[in-house]
C-alpha cells in the first residue's frame, strides 16, 4: 500500500533565499547530520522535494515511530511531497506466519494511525 500527501501551499511562486533557507531549516530540524545539504538548497530553489519512506506493517506502530512521524510532519511543513510505503510483503516475508488477510488489516491500521 502507498499513500502520497503533500502540503498545501507555494507551488509556483517565486523563492526568495530566506524561503529557501526556511524550508531547508524545516527539513533538516532535529537531525544530527543532513548528507547533500548544498544539493537540496540548489532543488529547493526550483521546486519543493520529493520524500519517500517506507515500513514494513510486521506489527502494531508503536512509541518508536513518533520520531519518523515527527520528521514527515516536518517535510509536510516545508512543502515537501512525502510518498510512504506500507511494505505488507516485506512483512509477510519478515514474519511468515501472519495472513494476508491480517496484513492487509495492519495495512489499513498503519494508513489511519500515520
Not at 514494513?56 to 510505503?85: N, Q, S
Request: glycine share 6%.
Amino acid at each position: 500500500a502507498v499513500v502520497s500527501t503533500q502540503s498545501t501551499g507555494s507551488a509556483g511562486e517565486p523563492r526568495t533565499p530566506e524561503m529557501v533557507q526556511s524550508k531547508l531549516d524545516m527539513i533538516s530540524r532535529n537531525l544530527q547530520e543532513t548528507v547533500g545539504e548544498a544539493r537540496i538548497k540548489e532543488v529547493l530553489k526550483e521546486r519543493d522535494l520529493k520524500v519517500y519512506w517506507g515500513t514494513a506493517t510486521t506489527g502494531k506502530p508503536h512509541i518508536a515511530y513518533f520520531v519518523p512521524m515527527m520528521k514527515i510532519a516536518d517535510f509536510l511543513k516545508a512543502g515537501c511531497e512525502v510518498t510512504i510505503l506500507f511494505a505488507d510483503l516485506h512483512a509477510y516475508l519478515d514474519n511468515m506466519k501472519a495472513p494476508w488477510a491480517l496484513l492487509e488489516l495492519r495495512a489499513q491500521y498503519y494508513e489511519a494511525i500515520i
